[in-house]
């Protein structure tokens, strides 16, 4: 939380999609922070503690893929939320932290925003 | 023609079904000498036909048949106590690439009363294998790159849909905004096609699935109150081809969207039918709302972008398009008949029963 709004992190390498993934965050009320891999994602996240979710893609490039991170950030940073979306129409939400949510691409972005906004009411 | 120096002489033609065996085989003694050797045996593994009558089978060729598996399994043979079935092994001849053979051998029963003979046939699989794993690698990576393809097929459209929603929210003018957000509902579309088929192999689409995702991924965008306003998808078993779905799907969209944007002004309740059937090549697909009715005459709206969709569509599917008063509300019918003697006018009633 940042004055009070939300931070969401998203992690995605393409451009584009990145873009419009950040003004969807906007859109939606929350403070939108920006990567283009995991390992910047991981910075950004080593750097401040304000971040409650992070919205991640499945395949970048770089040292660790969207699963992975998942995965990693729970075990770092138990508190924050995941929304993982991929191109794979197929992926087993079991391969993913518990309580995270997958979406495949291309995702709407009302689900997206209400899913944002469900997990982050559930804030311990 | 080899005979063996056996105490009882194998008959002529015993020996020369032997020899003219188009699967390599060898007739052997119950310890293992060669009585006859098919040509084709000698052929596959270059064994001189000369040389092989009354020759132990582990002494022919340069001692490469000296495989105590074998062996021993042979003596089982011989003693009835086992039969080779399909026993693979390996072929080691020095200077020579090892070649896998499958073998299978069983006793010769004539009724000759003596000892056993035995049958033993021998077929090199080495090649048939290595086509078998090249075809399971192609396999693979056939589905591998599909695989991928679908990826960057979904990463598409999504910077495709995301381009339009981003735009949407920035426009400032209201007409603008609806105009966008229809490209994104069209491209949602397809992609609710492109995310079937991933799932499935394939080229065939099951319909239902596919209008009821569909119907899920208008109503998440479109209604904003469900308890308002519904959809309601009937379908039957179809399975129709890939290009065929790509169509009703962009049709069934649009007619939707239509009826969310017309049929319910001011805050009316309602719901929105989506049918479809068919009846062996016919198919009827319906989409019937509760709402106002159409306008008609001067009142009609002009035909938007969505109206030339749907009519080109229509006709490239060989259909026909038909719009009814409901009343309430309009039902849109499209059909594609290719029984052509008799026209089917129970449909409307089947439709306003799904109403």
Same mark, same amino acid.
């Given at each position: 939380?940042?004055?009070?709004?939300?931070?969401?992190?998203?992690?995605?390498?393409?451009?584009?999609?990145?873009? %419009?993934?950040?003004? #969807?965050?906007?859109? =939606?009320?929350?403070?939108?922070?920006?990567?283009?891999?995991?390992?910047?994602?991981?910075?950004?996240?080593? $750097?401040? @503690?304000?971040?409650?979710?992070?919205?991640?893609?499945?395949?970048?490039?770089?040292?660790?893929?969207?699963?992975?991170?998942?995965? *990693?950030?729970?075990?770092? !940073?138990?508190?924050?939320?995941?929304?993982?979306?991929?191109?794979?129409?197929?992926?087993?939400?079991?391969?993913?932290?518990?309580?995270?949510?997958?979406?495949?691409?291309? *995702?709407?972005?009302?689900?997206? /925003?209400?899913?944002?906004?469900?997990?982050?009411?559930?804030?311990? | 023609?080899?005979?063996?120096?056996?105490?009882?002489?194998?008959?002529? +033609?015993?020996?020369?079904?032997?020899?003219? +065996?188009?699967?390599?085989?060898?007739?052997?003694?119950?310890?293992?000498?060669?009585?006859?050797?098919?040509?084709?045996?000698?052929?596959?593994?270059?064994?001189?036909?000369?040389?092989?009558?009354?020759?132990?089978?582990?002494?022919?060729?340069?001692?490469? !048949?000296?495989?105590?598996?074998?062996?021993?399994?042979?003596?089982?043979?011989?003693?009835? +106590?086992?039969?080779?079935? =399909?026993?693979?092994?390996?072929?080691?001849?020095?200077?020579?690439?090892?070649?896998?053979?499958?073998?299978?051998?069983?006793?010769?029963?004539?009724?000759?009363?003596?000892?056993?003979?035995?049958?033993?046939?021998?077929?090199?699989?080495?090649?048939?294998?290595?086509?078998?794993? &090249?075809?399971?690698?192609?396999?693979?990576?056939?589905?591998?790159? #599909?695989?991928?393809?679908?990826?960057?097929?979904?990463? %598409?459209?999504?910077?495709?849909?995301?381009?339009?929603?981003? $735009?949407?929210?920035?426009?400032?003018?209201?007409?603008?905004?609806?105009?966008?957000?229809?490209?994104?509902?069209?491209?949602? $579309?397809?992609?609710?096609?492109?995310?079937? &088929?991933?799932?499935?192999?394939?080229?065939?689409?099951?319909?239902?699935?596919?209008?009821?995702?569909?119907?899920?991924?208008? @109503?998440?965008?479109?209604?904003?109150?469900?308890?308002?306003? +519904?959809?309601?998808?009937?379908?039957?078993?179809?399975?129709?081809?890939?290009?065929?779905?790509? $169509?009703?799907?962009?049709?069934? /969209?649009?007619?939707?969207?239509?009826?969310?944007?017309?049929?319910?002004?001011?805050?009316?309740?309602?719901?929105?039918?989506?049918?479809?059937?068919?009846?062996?090549?016919? !198919? /009827? #697909? %319906?989409?019937?709302?509760?709402?106002?009715?159409?306008?008609?005459?001067?009142?009609?709206?002009?035909? @938007?972008?969505?109206?030339?969709?749907?009519?080109?569509?229509?006709?490239?599917?060989?259909?026909?398009?038909?719009?009814?008063?409901?009343?309430?509300?309009?039902?849109?019918?499209?059909?594609?008949?290719? /029984?052509?003697?008799?026209?089917?006018?129970?449909?409307?009633?089947?439709?306003? %029963?799904?109403?």
């Amino acid at each position: 939380m940042r004055d009070g709004k939300p931070v969401v992190l998203v992690v995605e390498d393409s451009t584009l999609i990145r873009m %419009s993934a950040v003004d #969807l965050v906007q859109s =939606a009320g929350y403070e939108a922070l920006e990567a283009c891999d995991a390992d910047e994602a991981i910075r950004i996240l080593e $750097s401040r @503690g304000d971040i409650d979710l992070v919205f991640t893609d499945v395949q970048m490039p770089g040292t660790m893929d969207g699963i992975k991170l998942s995965h *990693y950030i729970r075990d770092r !940073w138990p508190p924050v939320k995941l929304i993982v979306a991929s191109g794979a129409a197929i992926l087993a939400e079991s391969s993913l932290p518990g309580g995270s949510r997958f979406f495949a691409k291309p *995702y709407d972005g009302t689900a997206i /925003t209400d899913a944002m906004a469900r997990l982050l009411a559930e804030e311990v | 023609m080899p005979t063996a120096p056996t105490e009882h002489f194998e008959t002529a +033609s015993t020996l020369a079904i032997v020899v003219s +065996s188009n699967e390599p085989l060898l007739f052997l003694t119950e310890d293992q000498k060669i009585i006859a050797a098919s040509a084709s045996f000698c052929r596959a593994f270059e064994i001189n036909p000369a040389t092989v009558s009354g020759l132990p089978l582990g002494e022919l060729g340069g001692g490469e !048949w000296a495989l105590p598996k074998l062996a021993s399994l042979l003596t089982a043979t011989a003693a009835g +106590s086992a039969q080779i079935e =399909a026993y693979e092994l390996d072929l080691r001849r020095p200077g020579r690439a090892t070649r896998r053979l499958v073998v299978n051998a069983r006793t010769l029963d004539d009724g000759v009363v003596g000892p056993a003979r035995l049958l033993l046939a021998v077929t090199d699989v080495t090649d048939a294998r290595a086509a078998a794993r &090249l075809k399971d690698d192609l396999v693979r990576d056939k589905a591998i790159l #599909l695989q991928e393809v679908q990826h960057r097929v979904a990463n %598409s459209l999504q910077i495709i849909a995301s381009v339009l929603m981003q $735009s949407a929210r920035r426009v400032q003018s209201e007409e603008a905004r609806g105009h966008l957000h229809n490209a994104h509902h069209r491209v949602m $579309s397809i992609a609710a096609l492109q995310r079937q &088929l991933a799932s499935a192999d394939g080229t065939m689409v099951e319909l239902r699935t596919y209008f009821t995702q569909l119907a899920q991924s208008l @109503g998440a965008s479109m209604i904003a109150d469900p308890a308002r306003l +519904s959809i309601k998808v009937t379908v039957d078993d179809s399975v129709v081809p890939a290009d065929v779905s790509v $169509s009703l799907g962009l049709i069934v /969209t649009e007619l939707a969207i239509n009826a969310l944007k017309h049929a319910f002004p001011a805050e009316r309740d309602g719901m929105i039918a989506i049918d479809y059937r068919s009846a062996g090549k016919d !198919w /009827t #697909l %319906s989409v019937t709302d509760d709402g106002i009715g159409m306008p008609e005459g001067n009142a009609a709206p002009k035909a @938007g972008l969505g109206t030339g969709i749907v009519e080109a569509l229509t006709k490239n599917l060989a259909s026909t398009i038909e719009v009814k008063d409901a009343a309430p509300g309009t039902v849109i019918t499209i059909r594609h008949r290719e /029984t052509t003697d008799l026209e089917t006018p129970d449909l409307e009633t089947d439709v306003s %029963s799904a109403v």
